[in-house]
């Protein structure tokens, strides 16, 4: 493992921030390296935020790794992206400030020194443009493209599966039944099929097929879509 990991990371680091050949790189990095064993988990609603956030910060800094002394690559690496993760998981349990997100409302001093609103000191033309109605129609818009677009790439990865990562992660009683398969039967498909249909086709019983897609399958097609998003 480390002289795969060693050799993918050389190739990260041979193209320029921002190149397509970088991220697709970078793709094929983060693929084995969301699965390594180790990496730290954490029951917040909001984990997956911060397991984001961190692989985020993997693309932007693996130049800047290094192997621990008398460590092996695999566990440096997973100690370094570990010690990143602690702190976006610490994040998510520190209370909201109460002004932690932009609000018209929030007091600020003026040159004077007395207590004004950014509502305050916006230009009555410039408040006429921020209303309500317009920033959540903005924010709708924004939302339904990025949802779209992500839905479009995840679907055409579990198509394609050109890494068969998706196809590797199979049934032990039948090697048909694999990720990519019940991806597209279940999520591509519709009207989708019944697990029972599938566990009837394949010979396999309908528990093996469920514990296999809920235990194996979810988990890595979300971790394929938490990839996916920082694209």
Known sequence: ????????????????????ERQKALNKLLMIVQ????????GHQDYLEALN??????????DK??????????????????????????????????????????????????????????????????????????IAEIQKRSRHTWGERISRFIEKDQSRVLRHCCTRVNPECNCQLLAKRLL??????????IAREFNVSSQTLYSHWKKKCLPLLREIGVILRID
């Open 65 to 138: 790794f290094k192997v621990n002394p008398g460590d092996s690559l695999q566990n440096s690496l997973v100690k370094w992206i570990n010690g990143y993760l602690k702190w976006r998981i610490k994040d998510l349990y520190v209370p909201d400030s109460k002004y932690s997100t932009l609000s018209l409302d929030r007091p600020i001093s003026n040159d004077e020194g007395s207590k004004v609103t950014q509502l305050d000191i916006l230009p009555d033309s410039q408040f006429q443009d921020i209303t309500l109605d317009l920033l959540d129609k903005k």
């Open 1 to 20: 493992m480390d002289e795969q990991l060693q050799k993918l990371i050389e190739e990260v680091c041979l193209y320029e921030e921002g190149t397509p």
């Open 53 to 62: 956030k961190t692989w985020e910060w993997v693309c932007r800094s693996i």
């Open 35 to 42: 699965q390594l064993p180790g990496i730290k988990k954490d």
């Open 188 to 197: 591509l498909v519709k009207p989708s099929h019944k697990i029972a249909d």
